[in-house]
């Protein structure tokens, strides 16, 4: 054991559910149980807990002592940056390292981007930490900080500078060999004239030493990693492609130092065979890694879209500052044609700006006064300043890239088959090298040697499992990338593969088919009360909702020029309605059941109510003091191409409900308008999630589409939720994939993309499979038993280095998917605040 392992430890964590003095006592006991625990302190006021342990796999132990206690340590996630990963069975190790960690909850390695994703205890586990395991492993790493924005397209730009360098060097080296190995077999007479200049040593000794230049050279990354891991057990594709060009590097250096160690007539040389090895494997790592630059690209557009360089107006004057320089609230002046510098509100000037960026709409938005704009934008022919409300990764554009990359980091499900089989590929392959050549060395004819190490080195060569461990990640990054290009994100990249699955689409109503923009188009006054005195009292209260109702209501309020109160005691009922107190009196505004609730009658004014709601608006009662004061209605337009993207989810099978808290009347008038048959009215957030269930019981995987804070539950049970980008953040938070600009094309292209990304990967994976399943065997000879011929070693390098070519190729057609929509037209309907 380790100095390092026995030194005391100093931990200091977050705990949650930290409420009283009792809470920490009885953290501190737990904690203070472990064996060599001393200095235990935990905080109330800061939530965090401090201790020093001596034990090894203390973090871990700290953590289920927490847990035991009945409290919680957060999760934290830390990025890693893994150098030296060239198959999936590189992957499979620093993984399996990884998750050895005290601590370590999950960890998933993506070999495309070559990044560690390792969710673990917050404050228990430390970067040093997973770097240690990494290089235990043999693998070199580093952390990157949590809001960098790394381009891969410059990190896979550097590989391929690096491996460029070393190929020229390979093939410069290796030309002269393949010249006097194969001019024999095409000039005659040309080995007898190099031996005649030369003498009859020099052709070989010339080849043994550029040989040796370029497997010390170039070749030198396969020796350095994959021998290591060969000795420790875990050979991986470095290991064979060390294995393959060593021993015919070395079976030549015997044949032409000590030939007389072989047995007669098998002192052949395969210097060319090593070299070219290394050569055209080089030649393919260059190709793939130029290939996977370009998987990366859609991040490598985002991050470009920020400006270096900001212009804030500071005493009346501009000064250009850097990006990094900007603070909130500065002020920022845009001129025509330049990119926004940062998220804000727009304070003077006006324009139109393309947020394409961000919602994938083509039409360039109008800026003024109070809107809001988002940094990385473009702006058009107009100038604004603005006021800074976000800058670094808080901004709009930082959380696309993150999300983006959290997506393309994801594995999926079907992952793990392909993780179990590559985890026992590069054993098997060199059991099955190992075989054929003790096959051929007993049942070969003569040279029989030179035959069982040709056959030999071919299965060592051809076997890719980079081809496996390429085919999922290559198609999450392009398919994640190209959905991001057009306004579609996926928050995690599991919901790629279940959103293929869905059979029923549910689409909550309000802001979802509608644009959740409503308008006041009656208010009916109870006796004896004025209209303007209880519209303003309603929107008095409504102007401290979030729901576009409210919205609606208060627009009303001010264009009657009506002052809105201060609210004290305000409560917002998540699918009932919104109450508080102004001036005095008791202000509620909602759906019928929220009065019932209340205790309030509203028989009085439920004809009229009727009579809106069979005219295609939505009824809302407004009470005072315990009384029914108004009743007031609103309608809202359907979002442009609702109905065809409705149509075209029905085009594809997949059947299309409602799931609304709208009064039935509403919401069944919605549903003809737009196509969908099955509706399920009147919901409450509770009754959403049931509705849900009952559709995925009777149908089978579901995807709820929502945008409020009472579709948050529904969005969470879906087995796939999809959150409206213009919606509020809690529902967001909620989703698996979010549509930026709102549009429901949306949904059909996030669909179609999952299509084609999971076809996209079965082509990958059945490449892979069927390509080692098919040539391993020729490889090993099985042609010859018919009479058909072997594979030579440098067939079997350049076979191998382009089955990755292929695959990662294959995956950059996804950047052609993914159609949009034909717009549709606009129509009023009418919508009911719990929607």
Not at 52 to 66: C, I, K, S
Not at 644 to 650: I, M, P, S, Y
């Amino acid at each position: 054991m380790s100095d390092t392992a026995l030194r005391p430890r100093i931990l200091s964590f977050p705990v949650s559910g930290l409420s009283c003095a009792s809470c920490v006592g009885r953290v501190e006991r737990a904690l203070a149980a472990l064996p060599g625990a001393r200095d235990v302190s935990v905080n109330l006021a800061s939530g965090r807990a401090s201790l020093v342990l001596g034990a090894p796999g203390a973090p871990g132990e700290a953590a289920e002592a927490v847990a035991a206690a009945g409290y919680a340590i957060p999760q934290a996630e830390t990025v890693l940056r893994v150098e030296g990963l060239t198959c999936a069975s590189c992957v499979g190790r620093v993984e399996r390292a990884l998750a050895s960690v005290p601590g370590v909850s999950a960890a998933s390695v993506n070999l495309a981007t070559a990044e560690a994703q390792v969710r673990h205890a917050d404050g228990l586990v430390s970067a040093e930490d997973l770097v240690a395991a990494v290089e235990a492993a043999g693998y070199a790493a580093r952390a990157e900080p949590a809001a960098a924005s790394i381009d891969p397209t410059d990190r896979h730009a550097a590989e391929a500078a690096r491996l460029r360098r070393d190929l020229i060097a390979a093939a410069i080296l290796s030309l002269p060999i393949v010249v006097l190995d194969m001019g024999g077999h095409l000039l005659p007479g040309f080995h007898h004239a190099v031996s005649g200049l030369a003498g009859a040593q020099a052709p070989s000794l010339l080849q043994a030493a550029l040989a040796t230049l370029v497997l010390v050279g170039p070749g030198r990354r396969f020796f350095a990693r994959g021998v290591p891991g060969l000795l420790r057990g875990h050979p991986d594709m470095n290991a064979l492609v060390a294995l393959g060009a060593g021993a015919a590097y070395l079976y030549s250096l015997v044949a032409t130092l000590a030939p007389g160690w072989l047995p007669a007539g098998s002192a052949h040389l395969y210097f060319e065979a090593s070299v070219l090895i290394v050569t055209l494997i080089l030649l393919g790592r260059f190709l793939e890694a130029r290939a996977k630059g370009r998987t990366g690209a859609a991040i490598a557009r985002l991050v470009g879209l920020a400006p270096k360089t900001a212009r804030i107006i500071r005493d009346g004057a501009e000064t250009e500052i850097g990006l990094d320089a900007l603070r909130v609230g500065d002020i920022v002046r845009v001129r025509p044609g330049e990119r926004v510098s940062a998220d804000g509100l727009v304070v003077a000037g006006a324009s139109f700006v393309d947020e394409s960026m961000v919602t994938g709409e083509p039409v360039p938005a109008r800026k003024e006064p109070e809107s809001s704009v988002v940094g990385g934008t473009l702006n058009g022919p107009g100038g604004f300043d603005l006021r800074v409300e976000r800058v670094g990764a808080e901004t709009v554009l930082a959380q696309i890239v993150r999300m983006v990359q959290a997506a393309q980091g994801a594995k999926l499900p079907i992952q793990a088959l392909v993780d179990r089989v590559t985890g026992r590929f590069v054993p098997a392959v060199i059991a099955v090298a190992a075989a054929t050549f003790l096959a051929w060395l007993i049942l070969g004819p003569e040279p029989a040697l030179g035959h069982a190490l040709v056959n030999a080195i071919a299965v060592l060569i051809i076997a890719c499992p980079c081809a496996m461990g390429l085919a999922t990640p290559t198609s999450i990054m392009v398919g994640t990338g190209r959905a991001a290009e057009r306004g579609v994100l996926f928050r995690n990249g599991a919901a790629l593969q279940a959103l293929r699955g869905v059979r029923v689409v549910a689409l909550d109503k309000t802001g979802t088919l509608t644009e959740g923009r409503p308008r006041l188009t009656d208010l009916v006054a109870a006796a004896g009360i004025a209209e303007d005195e209880v519209l303003a009292l309603a929107a008095g209260v409504e102007a401290r909702s979030e729901h576009p109702y409210a919205e609606a209501v208060t627009l009303a309020a001010r264009e009657r020029g009506l002052t809105l109160a201060a609210v004290e005691d305000f409560e917002a009922v998540p699918g009932f309605g919104v109450t508080g107190r102004i001036g005095g009196r008791r202000v509620a505004v909602g759906a019928r059941r929220y009065l019932a609730r209340l205790g309030i009658d509203t028989g009085t004014l439920s004809a009229e109510a009727g009579r809106l709601a069979a005219a295609g608006r939505s009824p809302l009662y407004v009470a005072l003091d315990g009384h029914l004061a108004a009743l007031i209605a609103v309608a809202d337009p359907v979002k442009a191409g609702a109905a065809e993207a409705v149509a075209a989810l029905r085009a594809r099978g997949i059947a299309v409900a409602m799931v609304t808290g709208d009064n039935r009347l509403t919401a069944e008038s919605v549903a003809r308008d737009l196509g969908i048959a099955e509706v399920a009215a009147d919901m409450l957030p509770a009754g959403k999630v049931e509705a849900v269930r009952a559709l995925r019981a009777a149908q089978g995987a579901v995807a709820f589409v929502g945008d409020g804070i009472n579709d948050a539950p529904a969005l969470a049970e879906a087995d796939v939720g999809i959150a409206i980008g213009t919606g509020t953040d809690i529902a967001v938070e909620s989703a698996d994939v979010v549509l930026m600009s709102g549009a429901l094309d949306g949904l059909v292209t996030a669909r179609d993309l999952s299509g084609a990304v999971m076809r996209n990967i079965r082509q990958n994976l059945f490449w892979a499979f069927a390509y080692n399943a098919a040539l391993i065997p020729v490889a090993a000879g099985a042609l010859t038993l018919i009479g058909g011929p072997a594979l030579s070693p440098v067939l079997a390098a350049g076979a191998m280095a382009l089955s990755s070519v292929f695959v990662v190729g294959n995956s950059l057609r996804l950047r052609r998917s993914g159609g949009r929509a034909a717009p549709g037209r606009a129509g009023t309907v009418p919508a009911e605040r719990p929607a």
